[in-house]
């Protein structure tokens, strides 16, 4: 008997890459987008702002030569990569103006590796704009703010190794697999966000932290409801701290998030739907299935 559950859990381990995959390709090939609702808190001015977020993950054809979106796959093969795209839309009110932010991450769909972020922050003092594109070995990009002195070319090394900070939303999900086992932690070269650079006013520039997963499940309760979660704990070298609580099953949402002392985030809904098709007076009604309508 215990030689025969031996061989079947050895068996299963053996046979688990090759389920997450299946699972992967599954899920994320329906021609749907995963579209999360969450209540979001930022702290802006000294005082702590409400506002909503919304995550959308969804899988495209990239053109990685150009970095874009690819409209004619096809005749382009030898460019075309397969991508999971996250937009993560964060509007919040500071008094009588509001803040009206989107980050755009693309990470190749085979093992998640960063190609290109894009961010934009619209408010009502002006605008920002930022675009990272990494290559093997360097980082590129440019900004552009109304802020005087700030706006210039983005040029970095690429540690080996190397995490960014909008790539949490996507790796800690362990779509394809486990970012970290149970109880295991990792220290690496850190890369802070597009979002906290632009509140913080500070240029991008790379640090460390240590990532860290907690060894039970837990259940926790947010306004979309009961969840069974796991949790992964930063803390960065920067003196910020960070908690992620993921969905224990799949596909492994992110049920709550924080990055202090800035944001928090809980999740208030979350649906799969070809959103790009619902444009039409009433679609907003669709709103009501991440916990955001009226």
């Not at 799969?272 to 991440?290: A, F, T």
Request: net charge negative; proline share 5%; hydrophobic share 40%.
């Amino acid at each position: 008997m215990i030689r025969t559950r031996i061989l079947v859990a050895f068996t299963l381990f053996l046979a688990f890459p090759a389920f997450a995959e299946d699972v992967f390709e599954s899920h994320w090939r329906d021609g749907k987008a995963e579209i999360d609702g969450y209540q979001l808190t930022v702290s802006r001015y000294g005082q702590e702002r409400a506002g909503t977020a919304v995550m959308i993950f969804v899988t495209e054809p990239f053109n990685a030569r150009k970095m874009v979106k690819e409209d004619r796959a096809p005749e382009n093969a030898r460019d075309t990569v397969d991508v999971l795209k996250l937009n993560l839309v964060r509007d919040f009110q500071t008094g009588v103006y509001d803040y009206n932010t989107m980050a755009s991450v693309f990470v190749r769909a085979s093992n998640f590796e960063p190609l290109k972020v894009s961010f934009s922050s619209a408010e009502w003092c002006g605008h920002v704009y930022a675009e990272v594109v990494f290559r093997d070995r360097q980082i590129r990009g440019m900004y552009a703010s109304y802020f005087e002195d700030e706006s210039g070319p983005i040029a970095l090394p690429r540690p080996k190794g190397g995490l960014t900070e909008d790539e949490l939303f996507i790796a800690l999900r362990g779509l394809r697999g486990d970012f970290l086992a149970a109880g295991d932690q990792r220290k690496l070269p850190y890369l802070p966000g597009v979002f906290f650079t632009r509140l913080s006013h500070q240029p991008l520039g790379w640090t460390r932290a240590t990532v860290e997963r907690g060894i039970t499940m837990d259940t926790i309760a947010v306004p979309a409801g009961r969840f069974d979660v796991i949790s992964y704990r930063l803390r960065i070298d920067d003196g910020r701290t960070g908690e992620f609580l993921i969905e224990a099953a799949y596909p492994h949402r992110i049920v709550k998030w924080s990055l202090l002392p800035d944001v928090n985030g809980e999740l208030t809904g979350s649906t799969r739907l070809p959103y790009w098709k619902l444009n039409q007076e009433g679609d907003e009604s669709y709103l009501k299935e991440i916990g955001l309508g009226q």
